[in-house]
């Protein structure tokens, strides 16, 4: 039996775009109001308020209408100057690609870069911070996601506050899926969205701003203004008091609003821990079928993606058509200097369930049996199994 490529998957197991909760679908179907409804503008200010809990912040957070790559332009747009010099720290293609965006708001622009199936030392940081007084901003990946890597954040965060700089982070794929919020890392900009770990479509972005980043955003007269690309724009829009600068997404804000009463409801203790059980079941299964995982230690390993090293002479693009065409799953490549080296098993949202350890484990090693790489795929079942099991 074949699966078409051309109809829906049996299951997406990626790292994002995820499949969206079946509530979060219904909700995106809801009424379409007029934005400037006194209804929308409460209901606005109410889903604000959640994100606001759910990211566990004492100031409002920010939404911005575009998926999360507008969000950490915008953050550099709005908060870098010619006289800023920047430590970028990539550990990956996200990191390393923020850089870019760095450079052209300062030509001060300084890194560290580690392999990337590695994470930031923060003693590395610490020593460059020392080394470097100037340094005024910081910019670091949380989960850099073709890698499924994590780096220390909160370690990192207490290093640049100790100094004094204003901190950026891309939580985009970590929130949500862990133990992550804004303020225990000491975030400026903390950059997050709502097509990852919270499963919905892409289309919005979650930003929470530090009052000191929006202090150093309106003395900078180049932030955007009047632009997409205008955190300060955006700022008091969760007021139903104050107009949108420009027409809100609001069926994508009608799906985040069951996206943040699914997760809260449920308990954010509750989600992380299936993500992180997922996770683990889905490594022991790889390591069991003789597979390795790309993360060069286990610890570094993200809860919300599993990167499994893709094995000699297999052609990357071939395995994940041989999973898709075989059984209907569908999983992410690498991206950029990843692409081709490794496959993403992701677990996000609604697919953070143990049970699809399971499913990724047998398309994993039969894709792989089907393109001559016989592996183990019973023991890898069993192992995953012995993970959920331990937990029940
Ligand atoms: C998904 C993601 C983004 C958003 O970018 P895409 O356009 O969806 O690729 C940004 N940063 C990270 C770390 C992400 O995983």
Redesign the pocket.
Known sequence: MRYSDTAAPVITLT??PVDAYPDVLRGLGRTVLYDYDPAFQAFYEKVVAKAQTAMRLSTRPVILHG???LG?EAAAASLITPRDTVLNLASGV?GKGFGYWAKRYSPNLLEIEVPYNEAIDPQSVADMLKKHPEISIVSV?H???PSGTINPINEIGALVAAHDAYLIV?A??SFGGMNTHPEDCKADIYVT?PN?CLGCP?GLTLLGVSDRAWAKMKANEAAPRASMLSILDWKDAWSREKPFPFTPSVAEINGLDVALDLYLGEGPEAVWARHALTAKATRAGVRAMGLELWAASEAIASPTTTAVRTPEGIDETALRRAARERYGVVFSSGRGETHGRLTRIGHMGPTAQPIYALAAIAALGGALGSLGHRVEVGRGIDAALAVIDAAA
């Open positions: 790292s994002g998926e999360p790559v950490l996200y990946c989960h850099d996601t891309d985009v794929s969205g990852k892409p």
